[in-house]
């Protein structure tokens, strides 16, 4: 496939690495001979490391049959996170290092997840947009503070650390933004 055809969210096979494509720059520089370049923001799957490479149009990039499944959060079997798919229950075990930072969004039934496969092996997790975690230690709110919104810390159910607005309290459920990390609304 040429580098002109790559649209953002194709997986390519790039360095003896397999990434995904998230954003692209078209350059098409002024003058004579000028190459139009495309500078690809790649992450790799798994392990979602970044890499910026930079391709002329007609440069050959191999595309990687990548396919997803929508699931939901089963358990914990040791450092692996095991989702069963949403049509057949089909479990696809994810080690912690490919969910890595993820894991602080993961709660008990967890619905609305996508596992990224490649050739039947899962490589990589898509969470939702939102998800509701519950507070697990914020301090009280401060008498006669309400004139000023001041956020305050809040450790959360999963371990993450978040901020939020002063009249969240314990064991409410707050909706975390999966992509910001950050507050988004009550959830009840």
Known sequence: MKASDIKKGNVVEYNNGVYQVRDIDRSSPQGRGGNVRFRFTMYSVPGG??????????????????????ATYSYRDGEAFVFLDDEDYTPYMLDADV???????????????????????????????????????????????????????????????????EYVGNGERVMVNTSTGEFSGRAD
Request: charged share 30%.
């Open 49 to 70: 490391n970044k890499l910026d490479a930079s391709f002329d149009a007609d440069d050959d990039l191999k595309e990687v049959e990548l396919s997803r499944r929508q």
């Open 99 to 165: 969910i890595g930072e993820d894991a602080g969004y993961i709660v008990d039934d967890l619905s609305g997840c996508y596992i990224q496969l490649i050739d039947d092996q899962p490589v990589a997790l898509q969470l939702p947009q939102t998800v509701a975690i519950e507070v697990v230690d914020t301090p009280p709110e401060l008498k006669g503070g309400t004139a000023t919104k001041r956020p305050k810390p809040a450790k959360l159910s999963t371990g993450l650390e978040i901020m939020v607005p």
